[in-house]
């Protein structure tokens, strides 16, 4: 069998993933399954970190439309992130995975800070490390804090984990003509204003080169087979612009 074609990868996987049917709230069934197929990518020798968001629990933009201090209802979303991180650590470690939970923002009681070169160690000691927490700070998303961290712990890829199967430049759904891309340049991404990715993030790993992979966490294999060198998804870097 071939090599892993990435050493260290960064999962950005969004809160809805571990959601029920509804869309709202942890589901131990669907963290298990999303433990599974990060197991299946961790087990061939890869190095993962894990970016959690919140949006199952609580969004920023929940709190604001009822009047709410931004910066307050950031926080309320920070911490929705850190409960998705515990699920989802606990969901890894029954299927005997070590792992270690680190926080942007402090809960030592139940894991420990980010420090970046002991998130590297973890990841070295052969430890899947959840981040929690997004970047610890309001007006930022997790997709910012997967770009960040990204760059801090050197992942070869940003792998962000969707819905979607690739980037269109229309909704598939909507019209059955809609161009499906393979690759897209950082400019084009920002251009089109994704949904799937906010400008910040892709900002972030426009300015340092970091290749980004959209794909679907639910289509089958798909990020073993990315990591095992595959085409899977829309790969967002430095092609010609469109
Ligand atoms: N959040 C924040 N700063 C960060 C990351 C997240 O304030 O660095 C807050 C923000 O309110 C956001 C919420 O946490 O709406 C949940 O994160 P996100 O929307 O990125 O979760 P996802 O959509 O990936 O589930």
């Keep these: 069998m071939s090599d892993p074609v990435y050493n260290r990868i960064l999962l950005k996987v969004g809160g809805e993933a571990l959601a029920g049917p509804d869309g709202f709230g942890i589901d131990p069934a669907r963290a298990a399954e999303v433990a599974a197929t990060v197991k299946d990518v961790y087990d061939l020798g890869v190095q993962v970190a894990i970016v959690i968001g919140g949006g199952n629990l609580w969004r920023g933009t929940i709190g604001i439309e009822y009047g709410m201090e931004q910066s307050t209802s950031d926080h309320i979303g920070m911490i929705a992130t850190v409960m998705n991180a515990l699920a ?6 029954r299927q005997g995975v070590v792992t270690r ?14 420090i970046r070169l002991r998130a590297i160690r973890h990841l070295e000691k052969e430890r899947i490390v959840i981040i929690g927490g997004g970047t610890g700070n309001p007006y930022f998303t997790t997709d910012t804090a997967g770009a960040l961290r990204a760059m801090e712990i050197g992942a070869d890829v940003l792998i962000k984990a969707t819905k979607v199967d690739a980037i269109y430049d229309s ?60 085409a899977v998804g829309t790969v967002i870097g430095n092609f010609e612009q469109i």
């Design 88 to 93: 989802l650590q606990d969901a890894l470690e």
């Design 171 to 230: 909704d598939p759904k909507q019209n059955p003509d809609a161009k499906r891309f393979k690759q897209l340049s950082y400019i084009d991404a920002l251009n089109f204003r994704l949904r799937v990715m906010d400008s910040t993030a892709i900002s972030l790993c426009m300015e340092n080169e970091l290749p980004i992979v959209v794909l679907n966490l639910w289509q089958e294999n798909s990020v073993k087979r990315l990591v095992m060198g595959e």
């Design 101 to 114: 939970v680190q926080t942007a923002v402090e809960m030592r009681s139940i894991a420990e800070p980010y």
